[in-house]
């Protein structure tokens, strides 16, 4: 049934059965990803040009909301990379209102695209666009994060990638070896624990290093407190912001790409989780859960988010079996800021800087961004193009221009791969309809006409089919157009082909098509093509033939 795509997995777990055993195995595994979670979402709200706290909020009410209505079983949700520059760029343009109104009106959109069940679309983006611009925000999140990395002292930090390098070069004099020791510390730990112990949190542990280290030892460098004061140890009320029909015309960009973002990762996440877990996912539910969760996290005081997939992972591999394990993550980091906020004060910038530099680089996907790079050469300028772009223009933009270009290159393929030929050059074909003689086209009677269609008839091509067929010469006495190796049409394919049909119909000319498939015949049907009186439909081309020659007063022998 339809209703079913939206039911949350929760609700089909507890269906199923859910006993102490799994709780006790999904308390373990919330547990371990709330430990991940908890240094990662303070370094993002950092990062994203707010303070550690809307990120710690944002992982507690959207992380609880995304696996309590989600269509995944295992998602974690919460701050992730991929919003850090369209945060960042909000702020800077609109204020910390406007990023709350943005992320309230991505929140809506992603339901909306629940409800018109676009979760099956979204996730066929080409590749290339998302690698490109994942790649981008990689290198823009390293390029944030150089400041806090050397310790410089820089009053104000560009927004520009290029600008951001040219101002740390000229402060190069500032650096502060301390801030480079505690990131370079924190580096070693995470590598090590990554290569010598993986089931550790290595965040969490370069973060308690670093921070008794800088604290027994004085050292002098830039901590959470001395930058942000202390952090709250409770959520604050929901409050609905400021909002005006200005603000919200402005901010509807912005809330296009938080959706777009929310939305291609969240799905991305569930299908990873797919394959690790043999389970299956469902994609309108898990936009319209990302959808409840963004616009609560906005009216709490949080940031955009999305399903995480190496929080995701994690969760997987810690043995969790419901979505109760991310409603628990999100309850344990709520219990930690409550109990730990004060503690939060020590922790040094250079040590989420260091965080955040592993994050960009996992985010960067290296091998597979050169990969990519030995793909044809149109899909290698969707992914620099898209890469080049967001690190250098917008991000918006970015996605704007790869998926267009991506567009404007599937076009093109399905166009070489489409094409029209006469009967003449049946000969070359080997995969005739039912086993037919390809030498059959010399038996053609007079007056009987012959072409053969192979790929999609879409917008792209229909041009073919004008320009094939206006160069016939004669006016044949009935039209045959073998459509069997035709696997869909859209309805600029189908005015195409009812121009034809009237064309010849105005000269007396029967039209006969056959080998139709499933698709192009539903949709001709729909569109009332094959009630016209001069159109028959045939299963294959000798019963064509037959028709043809009954038609012309020749029946065959």
Known sequence: MAWRQFTPK?????????????????????????????????????????????????????????????????????????FVVVVFNVIRDHGYDGLVIATIMAGAILIIAGLMRFGTWIKYIPEPVVTGFTAGIAVIIFSSQIKD??????????????????????????????????????????????RWAPRLPGFLF??????CL??????????????????????????????????VQSLVPSALTIAFLAGVESLLSAMVADGMTGRRHRSNAELVAQGVANMASGLFGGMPATGAIARTA????????????GMLHAVFLLLFMVLLAPLAAYIPLACLAAVLVVVAWNMSEAPRFLHLMSA?????????????????????????????????????????????????????????????????????????????????????VTHRLTEVLGRTNTTPKVFILRMSLVPMMDSSGVSALQDLIHKYSRAGVAVILSGLQPQPRDILAKMRVTDHAGVILVPNFAAALDQAQVLIGQPRQ
């Not at 370069?206 to 921070?211: E, F, G, L």
């Not at 967001?390 to 933009?397: E, F, K, M, S």
């Open 10 to 82: 929760l609700v089909t777990v507890l269906q199923e059965g859910y006993g102490w055993a799994d709780l006790r195995r999904d308390a373990v595994s919330g547990l371990t990803v709330a430990i991940v979670a908890l240094p990662l979402a303070m370094a993002l709200g950092i990062a994203s040009g707010t303070t550690p706290d809307k990120g710690l909020i944002t992982a507690v009410v959207a992380g609880f909301l995304i696996s309590a209505l989600g269509g995944s079983r295992v998602q974690i949700g919460g701050p992730t990379g991929a």
């Open 314 to 325: 994690t969760n997987i591999r810690a043995g969790a079996r419901s979505p109760i394990s």
């Open 149 to 194: 990395l050397l310790g410089l002292q820089l009053p104000e930090v560009p927004a520009a990638v290029a600008e951001k390098w040219g101002a740390f070069w000229a402060v190069r004099d500032t650096v502060s070896f301390s801030a480079v020791a505690i990131a370079a510390l924190a580096l070693a730990i995470i590598l090590a624990l990554r």
């Open 206 to 211: 370069a973060v308690i290093a670093t921070s």
């Open 376 to 460: 044809p050469p149109g899909d290698r300028a969707v992914l620099i193009v898209t890469f080049a772009l967001t690190v250098l223009i917008d991000l918006t933009v970015a996605i704007e221009v790869g998926v267009v270009l991506a567009a404007f290159l599937f076009m093109h393929r399905m166009a070489e791969v489409a094409s029209v030929q006469t009967g003449g050059a049946l000969v070359l074909e080997s995969d005739d309809e039912n086993g037919e003689d390809p030498a059959q086209r010399a038996d053609l009677p007079a007056g009987v006409e012959v072409f053969r269609m192979r790929g999609p008839l879409f917008f792209g």
């Open 214 to 247: 800088a604290l027994i030892f004085g050292l002098p460098v830039d901590t959470i407190g001395s930058q942000f004061g202390s952090i709250p140890n409770s959520l604050p009320a929901p409050s609905w912001p400021d909002v005006s029909w200005t603000r």
